[in-house]
């Protein structure tokens, strides 16, 4: 069964610190995976995909498959980027065919 | 082009009893998905609609069904319900049946069950 866990329910950080928001998943497959957010009083939203290989608002995260994780980080963190941070992974085939299964999440304080 | 809607926002229901909840998906989009999300916990993929049919569906019981219309607008509909159904429905919706597909979500419902 496909799983994610994000060991860390809460993470405070200083502006201006690194952050790193721990993802390790478990897929028999080739797995796509996802970081979702969801700021205050908004919606979940997508922040990036492994597949794009992208940085959104200076977030970026590699795919690591030998150690199954996808963690997220960012150099320098902003207070902006308080926010709930979820992790995802989706099955691209069989009988549910484009579920998300997400991690439990990681409430990230950024401390001016 | 409109986002994601879910009515109603807020729901309170007794044990036993049944409920719907709707979704607009977004302008465009033909695959509607729900996720039940309890308090601390990560969203969980309830089912998923594609062009009317239910595409996949995950770890619910048969109470917990769906329907997808012309329009693409959906329905979660739970029947019998109990007192761990309370959390927030989410509804999302994406462009096409595709396994790395942008997901699209509402604000949510929130149901409490008494």
């Known amino acids: 069964a496909q799983r994610v866990t994000q060991p860390e329910k809460l993470l405070s950080v200083f502006k201006g610190a690194p952050v790193e928001l721990k993802c390790n998943y478990s897929?028999?497959?080739?797995?796509?995976l996802f970081w979702y957010v969801q700021y205050s009083r908004q919606r979940l939203q997508l922040l990036l995909r492994?597949?794009s290989r992208e940085s959104i608002k200076g977030f970026t995260a590699d795919l690591n498959k030998g150690e199954t994780s996808f963690h997220l980080k960012k150099p320098f963190a902003q207070e902006e980027d308080s926010a709930m941070y979820y992790c995802?992974?989706?099955?691209?085939?069989?009988?549910?065919?484009?579920?998300?299964?997400f991690g439990q999440g990681t409430i990230l304080t950024v401390h001016p | 082009e409109t986002g994601v809607t879910q009515s109603p926002t807020h729901l309170i229901k007794t044990r036993g009893q049944q409920v719907t909840l709707r979704c607009s998906s977004q302008?465009?989009?033909?695959?509607v998905s729900w996720y039940q999300q309890a308090l601390g916990q990560g969203p969980q993929f309830i089912f998923q609609?594609?062009?009317?049919?239910?595409?996949g569906r995950g770890n619910f019981p048969p109470r917990f069904s769906g329907l997808q219309f012309p329009n693409y607008s959906s329905e979660l509909n739970v029947n019998a319900l109990e007192l761990d159904d309370s959390a927030l429905y989410l509804c999302?919706?994406?462009?096409?049946?595709?396994?790395?597909?942008?997901?699209?979500f509402g604000s949510g419902t929130q149901l409490s069950v008494l």
């Open positions: 999302a919706s994406s462009p096409r049946l595709g396994g790395s597909e942008k997901l699209f």
């Open positions: 897929y028999s497959g080739s797995p796509e």
């Open positions: 492994h597949i």
């Open positions: 995802a992974l989706i099955n691209a085939g069989g009988t549910s065919y484009g579920k998300l299964t």
């Open positions: 302008s465009g989009h033909n695959t």
């Open positions: 609609y594609y062009r009317e049919e239910e595409n």
